[in-house]
């Protein structure tokens, strides 16, 4: 602790004075209010390197790929907390937010995570052509299934064919001269994988867009924190409506009535898992 107080609290991010608030080094108020879109912002937050136009591009792509997809748990949860709180609308966000797991928004990281494993235990360099990276792909897959393991960002509930967010983005990923390794990898999983599970699964946009952050260079450690960042946004109109057209109420109600009395089962000695 003393050593901290007397070296200082090292920060590259904001400071403030009597006078002035820097940001990253600049001037908040000259250089980057309505110089810096939000987007690339929250890039060069993360990094404290100001991203290029192409990563901007593929990065806010990501954003709006992750801010709202309708009636999901992590929806639901805010609206109905809001209901409860209306005056906390931190509460309602907040508790959207923590719905970000393995089954929604979470996948973003566990993609990212997965196919940098992947590429760290390559012998030698990535492929450069797509016959090289089928082959890793298709190691991949079979250990996977050997293992009976999922292969996070395959498969989606609604979406059974083709993520319509997932082409868009290696479009925009390959226009901005930025589709490397973990896209590449990915997109592999997707061409082979029929081959092994003996069905077609589309590669999801939770996946792709961790794919694409991976590419970026950002923290696999802060992938989720990103999903996050996108549905803020989402949720934030989720409440909006909410104002305008509540529902939380009728899905409260839609519970609430129709719920089935049953006789208590006590759970077996350990429990769920024996």
Same mark, same amino acid.
């Given at each position: *602790? ?10 590259? =991010? ?13 001037? &908040?108020?000259?250089?980057? *209010? ?15 390197? +100001? ?15 992750? $801010? ?21 609308? %931190?509460?309602? =966000? ?49 250990? %996977?299934?050997?293992?009976?393991? +999922? ?16 082409? +868009?983005?290696? %479009? ?6 930025? &589709? ?10 997707? +061409? ?18 961790? $794919? ?25 109109? %989720? ?17 609430? &009535? ?17």
């Amino acid at each position: *602790m003393a050593d901290s107080v007397n070296g200082g609290y090292p920060t590259a =991010l904001g400071a403030s004075t009597p006078t002035s608030i820097t940001l990253l080094g600049h001037d &908040l108020a000259d250089e980057v *209010m309505g110089k810096v879109g939000f987007g690339e912002l929250a890039f060069w937050l993360a990094t404290q390197r +100001r991203p290029t136009p192409g990563e901007t591009r593929v990065f806010e792509a990501v954003l709006a790929a992750l $801010a709202d997809h309708g009636f999901t748990p992590t929806a639901i949860v805010t609206r109905l907390t809001y209901l409860s709180a209306p005056d906390s609308v %931190q509460g309602a =966000l907040a508790a959207g937010l923590l719905g970000g797991g393995s089954r929604f928004l979470g996948v973003t990281e566990d993609s990212g995570r997965f196919l940098h494993d992947v590429l760290t235990s390559l012998d030698g360099p990535p492929p450069d052509d797509d016959a090289g990276w089928d082959a890793v792909a298709l190691d991949v897959v079979s250990a %996977q299934r050997t293992a009976a393991r +999922r292969i996070p960002g395959l498969g989606h509930h609604v979406h059974k064919e083709v993520d319509p967010r997932t082409p +868009r983005l290696f %479009q925009i990923a390959e226009e901005e001269g930025l &589709l490397g390794p973990h896209l590449s990898l990915f997109a592999a999983i997707g +061409r082979v994988h029929p081959r092994v599970l003996g069905r077609t699964l589309p590669l999801n946009g939770a996946g792709v867009c961790g $794919a694409a952050l991976a590419d970026l260079g950002l923290p696999l450690e802060l992938l989720r924190g990103f999903a996050l960042l996108a549905r803020t946004a989402g949720l934030i109109g %989720q409440l909006a409506e909410e104002l305008r057209r509540p529902v939380a109420n009728e899905i409260f109600l839609s519970v609430d &009535l129709n719920h089935r009395s049953v006789s208590p089962e006590p759970h077996p000695p350990g429990g769920s898992h024996g």
